[in-house]
């Protein structure tokens, strides 16, 4: 009777799911398929489609893309465990934030479901992720397997098709065009995500993107996933997949806990492939344990398993046939390609390879995920309350004890801003009720206080910690460090400009727990970056603005005669350039100008070329780019990747997206700066008016050994406040550093004047250069300008050394760029008065 029960229940279940379409039933064509790519409008409609047919699936809308499209997560169970979801949700995070006893956090995790993240689709260009998205939940959904009834049972898969919509729509569009023709493997040559491109999976820490904030309400405030897996493609050729564990340094802020859990789920992924036979898995390289702030990485400082594989690709939905011939014979560590070793024992010799064969080796890899989390799900559970306990634990030990935030600060509108952000991802904040004193020294009612003893106090330390990037070397002492994966320094308090006092025993405080931060009252204090939105907002209403020497605002109506001032402010006329490269400094300088509300028109290679400018605008941005690449830009059969040197077909980009600016091009900014307009370079941007315009200084970086090297790390820097690009800086401050550009003017004193008058408003420091991070070299840089402003006829350069802007997590430096611009378009009144010069 029983076995007649199991086989009718089992009928009963392949009929309901008989009404789910599979993949090629409604794409028309399999994802994964020779010259096929489905767009975001699909991919969602299809996860509709899943949902409305079977009850192991929920299509939820999470949130609304940068450009306005629907995010959507699907939630994937049986179905009896979907109908008590938000139960299960309950448990983790009940369990992820420590609050149960340890009775209950038992009996909780033995009732519970692990809760396991999967998401495609980040990186637009790469993009098997989000074509395996589909398949992965019809198998899910539909499978009848022992293993896929037991994930089901026991895991609850939070599915993201497609974290990043705006980019597949853009990616699906453009190969489309493309394909069949000899630009089928062109590269995008714009950014697949606003503002961010690339650097989209850098901003989980600042959450400035609307697609970040999304998912960082999703991991760090409702569903606490143990495990959080995170798709891409780009393993070190001739490799086919990454797998944990990551190389080498770990972040010391990294629970072991974690790092082991990570270690133990890349070993069951990389012997499952083993089972199946899947050849080129590695492991141990490139990919480090160190940086903060991916969609991976910064759950891996939230008690939360952070799993990276990158799957090897070759362009779009376009296959490949390597010889292994055209192999190196090493990779970057010096390990064979060719031969098994211990993080590489089935190398891949080589044959084709197309964007079926990388969704068949990332289902490989979700399956052993699943399958171990579906093994492990109570101990998943109850890992994640024993950490967020320990860290507590930890944290009210002292060393640190807690952060104070004073009210008093050089900047109040950043330091609200930096506590935004650390409430985004997940940790606590309060408020003091009343004056206080902790570790000798008195705070005013109203401070903000960061208690150490917090689940999430790893993530807590390493933000506000200076990081210290150790130098592991390759062979012996002499050898060179190996360089960070993305950047060696991050520290928010550094690179904001907040003052922030670590408190390392503990005291006495009445405090109460925020919910809300405050929203700052427009502001007219130039040491607020606050006041560049009011600024912008009076404009915009037709106001009358005045600013004075000391940077402060006057506004015409509100008390002030305007005697005091030294410029009237008006509304600047902004050029971007944005070069066919998808720039990621120019996009994060869109975001800068955006948030501050400076109106500002990109500009292309033909706008510049047409000259004129003058007429147009009163300032022009370069973001980092090399001069080369300005001027050149993509050549028609040039591929920006280098992969001419692993034999690859050459790729031929539309005509229309090839060339940079050319001479035409130069001499056309030349005569605009000329005539009196302002140019505004950063970093590698500065040079092109250094090398041709020319400007009166030298390059004091050199190469050879001893070349000062900083691969992404926070640097001090002198400023002088008395120049109006300095307005509203402080006299000491950090600026980003990555690559990095120092000078020395070359005009002597008596000659420093008038049309070429070269003034330094920032320095690198004379000693203690490294705020956090890593750096080499140093010397080169010491004491050397930092920032330019360099007449040039009757305009001038300001040129960065540093980005100013970077990622938008640079608060501390945004003042230099937003006085630039801005006083691009002021006019001067005490010149206007005597009879001088009335421009800029």
Not at 300 to 310: A, K, W, Y
Not at 476 to 494: E, F, H, I, K, N
Not at 601 to 626: C, M, P, T, W, Y
Request: glycine share 8%; with cysteine.
């Amino acid at each position: 009777m029983r076995r007649r029960i199991f086989i009718l229940t089992l009928f009963a279940a392949g009929w309901a799911q008989a009404a789910v379409p599979a993949p090629r039933e409604h794409f028309g064509f399999d994802p994964g398929d020779d010259y096929k790519l489905a767009d975001y409008g699909q991919l969602v409609a299809y996860f509709r489609k899943l949902a409305a047919g079977s009850d192991r699936i929920r299509v939820v809308e999470f949130g609304r893309s940068s450009m306005g499209r629907p995010m959507v997560a699907a939630f994937i169970s049986d179905a009896e465990n979907l109908r008590r979801l938000e139960r299960y949700r309950e448990i983790s995070r009940r369990l992820a934030l420590g609050e149960a006893s340890e009775e209950e956090a038992r009996r909780l995790a033995a009732e519970g479901k692990a809760i396991v993240w999967i998401d495609s689709g980040l990186h637009a260009t790469e993009t098997a992720p989000s074509q395996h998205a589909p398949h992965l939940a019809w198998r899910l959904v539909t499978g009848e397997s022992e293993e896929v009834r037991r994930i089901r049972r026991n895991v609850i898969l939070l599915q993201i098709p497609c974290i990043n919509p705006d980019g597949l729509d853009m990616v699906a569009e453009w190969y489309r065009r493309n394909v069949g023709t000899p630009h089928e493997n062109a590269r995008l040559p714009w950014l697949y995500q606003k503002y961010a491109g690339h650097d989209n999976n850098r901003d989980y820490f600042m959450f400035n993107l609307e697609e970040t904030r999304h998912v960082g309400r999703l991991l760090f405030h409702e569903w606490f996933p143990q495990i959080v897996y995170n798709q891409h493609q780009s393993p070190p050729f001739p490799a086919r997949i990454f797998v944990p564990p990551h190389a080498e340094p770990l972040n010391p802020n990294i629970p072991a806990a974690v790092a082991e859990g990570v270690t133990l789920i890349g070993a069951v992924m990389k012997e499952r492939f083993a089972r199946e036979n899947k050849a080129g898995v590695i492991s141990y390289l490139s990919f480090d344990g160190w940086w903060n702030g991916g969609l991976r990485t910064a759950p891996l400082f939230h008690n939360m398993h952070g799993i990276l594989t990158e799957t090897a690709g070759y362009a779009y939905a376009t296959p490949r046939t390597y010889d292994p011939k055209d192999f190196p014979e090493r990779f970057a560590n010096g390990i064979p390609t060719r031969t098994p070793s211990i993080f590489y024992p089935k190398p891949w010799m080589g044959g084709r390879w197309s964007l079926r064969d990388a969704i068949e080796y990332m289902l490989t890899a979700d399956f052993a995920v699943l399958d171990f989390a579906a093994t492990r799900s109570s101990d998943l559970l109850l890992k994640a309350w024993q950490m967020a306990r320990e860290a507590v634990q930890e944290g009210s030990k002292g060393k640190p004890y807690a952060y104070v935030v004073p009210t008093e600060q050089w900047d109040a509108s950043s330091a609200v801003e930096m506590l935004e952000r650390l409430k985004l991802g997940g940790l606590r904040i309060h408020r003091a009720r009343r004056d206080f004193e902790a570790q000798g020294k008195k705070y005013p009612a109203g401070s903000w206080v960061l208690l150490a003893a917090q689940p999430f106090r790893a993530y807590l330390v390493d933000l506000m910690e200076p990081q210290k990037f150790p130098e592991i070397r390759a062979g012996d002492a002499s050898g060179p460090v190996r360089r960070p994966y993305d950047v060696a320094g991050w520290t928010l308090p550094l690179s904001m400009g907040v003052r922030v006092d670590r408190v390392d025993e503990p005291f006495q405080a009445e405090l109460e727990e925020v919910t809300t931060l405050p929203k700052p009252a427009e502001v007219l204090d130039a040491r607020q970056n606050l006041s560049f939105r009011t600024l912008a907002g009076l404009l915009e209403k037709g106001r009358r603005v005045w600013r004075a020497a000391d940077g402060s605002l006057m506004v015409e109506g509100q008390g002030s005669s305007g005697s005091a001032a030294r410029w009237e402010i008006r509304r600047p006329r902004v050029a971007l350039y944005e070069p066919w490269t998808a720039n990621t400094d120019t996009g994060w300088t869109q975001w800068l100008l955006d948030y501050y509300r400076v109106p500002y028109e990109l500009v292309h290679n033909e706008d510049i070329q047409r000259g004129g400018f003058g007429k147009r605008f009163d300032a022009l941005i370069l973001a980092s780019q090399s001069a080369t690449s300005i001027l050149h830009g993509i050549r028609y059969s040039e591929d920006p990747s280098g992969r001419e040197a692993r034999a690859e077909p050459r790729v031929i980009q539309r005509p229309e997206y090839t060339g940079g600016i050319g001479v035409r091009g130069l001499a056309a900014i030349e005569e605009f700066v000329q005539q009196g307009g302002t140019l505004i370079v950063f970093d590698a941007a500065s040079e092109l008016p250094v090398e041709y315009f020319p400007l009166p200084l030298r390059n004091a970086v050199r190469p050879g050994a001893g070349a000062f090297q900083c691969p992404g790390s926070l640097l001090r820097i002198t400023v002088d406040t008395a120049h109006p690009l300095a307005a509203g800086m402080p006299e000491e401050a950090v600026a980003f550093v990555i690559g990095g550009q120092a000078w020395d003017v070359t005009l002597p004193a008596e000659y420093n004047r008038g049309e070429r008058e070269t003034r330094v408003v920032a320095r690198y420091a004379k000693e203690r250069l490294l705020a956090s991070g890593w750096v080499s070299g140093e010397r080169q840089v010491l004491g050397k300008a930092a920032l330019i402003e360099a007449r040039y006829g009757r305009g001038r350069v300001v040129a960065f050394g540093f980005r100013p802007q970077f990622r938008g997590q640079t608060f501390g430096t945004f003042k230099f760029v937003l006085n630039a611009i801005y006083l691009s378009a002021a006019r001067d009144v005490a010149a206007s008065a005597s009879g001088g010069n009335h421009g800029n």
